[in-house]
């Protein structure tokens, strides 16, 4: 996600930090170079030039704050004016009874609606679907796949009337928390759409309006977003397929500066790659930062399970053990988006090294699977012709096997060096440690 605007702002953060010295010269060479940075990510060249003149007139011609070094006045500047640049602050939902998604055809609509009610079930509430597109084929069908896919009811009429499905829609959940309305996208916001869209706000009376806009639209995505806005009163942006494009920045950047703001993005293909937006915290984590809050949310929702962390801890788990954390692992997002959450680690570890490493995972994972219960659990037993059969039986190398047996052992030895969970209580990682809730 966001790949190069975070790769070269992180760089930017670690010449900052790093270099021996920060000057006024050196200011100005961070400040020209951020703003290629954002042109190069699709940031509107008016935004960009107000951002960099903001950022040099707090950090060279006001006065340095009391306590803090140059080099510290800079970094925070440049967090604190991109997190305004990006948003200022997380926008929920809290208490929105009926929602009406729109958006251009290809937005990713009809797919975001069924993450957001995903999104919705992990916080306790209880959503209902209901289908108004009527114009692109199997539309309602693919909203009935998705709901079945989560456990969630979608209601489709049978006319294909987006009328009167709004109507049977409200009536049949009424008893429901959330009711999500998925209207019909288009090529343009010609007059069709503009006409149907506007009959059904004024018959549905939505509490939130969310506007589904794909990241690759760039800066082009701020017009899209005043008219939506103009047409049926936009009260929040959804952006879409943040991981596949170089734009995402001019899209955000945009639509922030509008009176609907960003409240989540799409940041995978999965239903479950799906967030609050949090300016704050993104910011964070597009200068290299880390997003430590971001993690420990995402390590309770894939539900790692404490036990199991403290026998990783003290290099006495088994291969079950090892099993169970690389899946739980796999609901958390790839290592990439991983990685980036952890202070200093971000943009640092190169993109093939991680996705080598993710391959690996995934093929170790079906290499336990082929193991017996007693091989699992004493891997010590898994000799020559044990390693023959299992490889076999994975339709993996022999030599993949070993890779898995000898990295198990290697991740044994170096939880036990670090001293296990007796080491926590040493340094940042006891905070951590808390906050998963390990108890020593």
Same mark, same amino acid.
């Given at each position: 996600?966001?790949?190069?605007?975070?790769?070269?702002?992180?760089?930017?953060?670690?010449?900052?930090?790093?270099?021996?010295?920060?000057?006024?010269?050196?200011?100005?060479?961070?400040?020209?170079?951020?703003?290629?940075?954002?042109?190069?990510?699709?940031?509107?060249?008016?935004?960009?030039?107000?951002?960099?003149?903001?950022?040099?007139?707090?950090?060279?011609?006001?006065?340095?704050?009391?306590?803090?070094?140059?080099?510290?006045?800079?970094?925070?500047?440049?967090?604190?004016?991109?997190?305004?640049?990006?948003?200022?602050?997380?926008?929920?939902?809290?208490?929105?009874?009926?929602?009406?998604?729109?958006?251009?055809?290809?937005?990713?609509?009809?797919?975001?609606?069924?993450?957001?009610?995903?999104?919705?079930?992990?916080?306790?509430?209880?959503?209902?679907?209901? !289908?108004?597109?009527?114009?692109?084929? $199997? @539309?309602?069908?693919?909203?009935?796949?998705?709901? &079945?896919? *989560? =456990? /969630?009811?979608?209601?489709?009429?049978?006319?294909?009337?987006?009328?009167?499905?709004?109507?049977?829609?409200?009536?049949?959940?009424?008893?429901?928390?959330?009711?999500?309305?998925?209207?019909?996208?288009?090529?343009?916001?010609?007059?069709?759409?503009?006409?149907?869209?506007?009959?059904?706000?004024?018959?549905?009376?939505?509490?939130?309006?969310?506007?589904?806009?794909?990241?690759?639209?760039?800066?082009?995505?701020?017009?899209?977003?005043?008219?939506?806005?103009?047409?049926?009163?936009?009260?929040?942006?959804?952006?879409?397929?943040?991981?596949?494009? !170089?734009?995402?920045?001019?899209?955000? $950047? @945009?639509?922030?500066?509008?009176?609907?703001?960003? &409240?989540? *993005? =799409? /940041?995978?293909?999965?239903?479950?790659?799906?967030?609050?937006?949090?300016?704050?915290?993104?910011?964070?984590?597009?200068?290299?930062?880390?997003?430590?809050?971001?993690?420990?949310?995402?390590?309770?929702?894939?539900?790692?399970?404490?036990?199991?962390?403290?026998?990783?801890?003290?290099?006495?788990?088994?291969?079950?053990?090892?099993?169970?954390?690389?899946?739980?692992?796999?609901?958390?997002?790839?290592?990439?988006?991983?990685?980036?959450?952890?202070?200093?680690?971000?943009?640092?570890?190169?993109?093939?090294?991680?996705?080598?490493?993710?391959?690996?995972?995934?093929?170790?994972?079906?290499?336990?699977?082929?193991?017996?219960?007693?091989?699992?659990?004493?891997?010590?037993?898994?000799?020559?012709?044990?390693?023959?059969?299992?490889?076999?039986?994975?339709?993996?190398?022999?030599?993949?096997?070993?890779?898995?047996?000898?990295?198990?052992?290697?991740?044994?030895?170096?939880?036990?060096?670090?001293?296990?969970?007796?080491?926590?209580?040493?340094?940042?990682?006891?905070?951590?440690?808390?906050?998963?809730?390990?108890?020593?």
């Amino acid at each position: 996600m966001f790949d190069s605007l975070s790769k070269g702002l992180s760089g930017l953060i670690n010449r900052l930090t790093t270099g021996t010295s920060v000057d006024k010269k050196a200011v100005e060479e961070i400040l020209v170079d951020m703003k290629k940075i954002l042109l190069q990510s699709d940031v509107d060249i008016k935004l960009a030039d107000e951002l960099i003149a903001r950022i040099r007139k707090k950090t060279l011609e006001e006065k340095l704050p009391a306590g803090m070094t140059l080099r510290e006045h800079v970094l925070k500047t440049i967090y604190d004016e991109l997190v305004v640049l990006l948003g200022s602050q997380a926008v929920g939902l809290l208490g929105k009874k009926r929602i009406l998604f729109v958006g251009l055809f290809g937005s990713g609509k009809t797919t975001t609606v069924a993450k957001l009610a995903r999104y919705l079930q992990k916080q306790g509430l209880k959503s209902a679907l209901v !289908a108004l597109d009527y114009h692109r084929p $199997a @539309a309602p069908q693919q909203l009935e796949q998705l709901g &079945k896919q *989560i =456990g /969630v009811p979608v209601h489709i009429n049978l006319k294909k009337d987006p009328y009167e499905a709004a109507k049977e829609g409200l009536q049949k959940f009424v008893k429901y928390d959330t009711i999500i309305f998925d209207t019909a996208g288009r090529n343009a916001l010609d007059k069709e759409l503009a006409d149907e869209l506007k009959k059904l706000g004024e018959q549905i009376k939505p509490d939130e309006v969310l506007l589904v806009i794909p990241a690759d639209l760039g800066k082009v995505a701020r017009v899209q977003a005043e008219e939506f806005h103009k047409l049926v009163g936009v009260t929040g942006v959804i952006i879409s397929k943040m991981d596949g494009t !170089a734009k995402a920045g001019g899209a955000l $950047a @945009a639509t922030s500066v509008t009176n609907a703001k960003v &409240k989540f *993005i =799409g /940041v995978g293909e999965k239903i479950d790659q799906f967030e609050l937006y949090d300016p704050k915290r993104f910011v964070s984590r597009l200068l290299g930062l880390g997003d430590i809050e971001s993690l420990l949310e995402k390590a309770k929702e894939a539900e790692l399970k404490p036990e199991t962390a403290e026998k990783m801890l003290e290099g006495k788990f088994t291969l079950q053990d090892f099993l169970e954390q690389i899946e739980s692992l796999g609901k958390m997002g790839s290592f990439g988006s991983i990685m980036k959450m952890i202070p200093g680690l971000g943009g640092k570890i190169p993109e093939e090294m991680l996705e080598a490493q993710e391959s690996k995972m995934k093929n170790f994972r079906v290499i336990i699977q082929s193991m017996t219960k007693q091989e699992r659990e004493n891997p010590s037993t898994i000799n020559q012709s044990r390693i023959k059969r299992i490889a076999k039986g994975s339709g993996r190398t022999e030599a993949e096997v070993r890779e898995l047996l000898n990295q198990y052992e290697n991740a044994k030895k170096l939880m036990k060096s670090m001293g296990g969970a007796a080491g926590l209580q040493r340094g940042q990682f006891k905070n951590l440690a808390k906050q998963f809730g390990f108890k020593f």
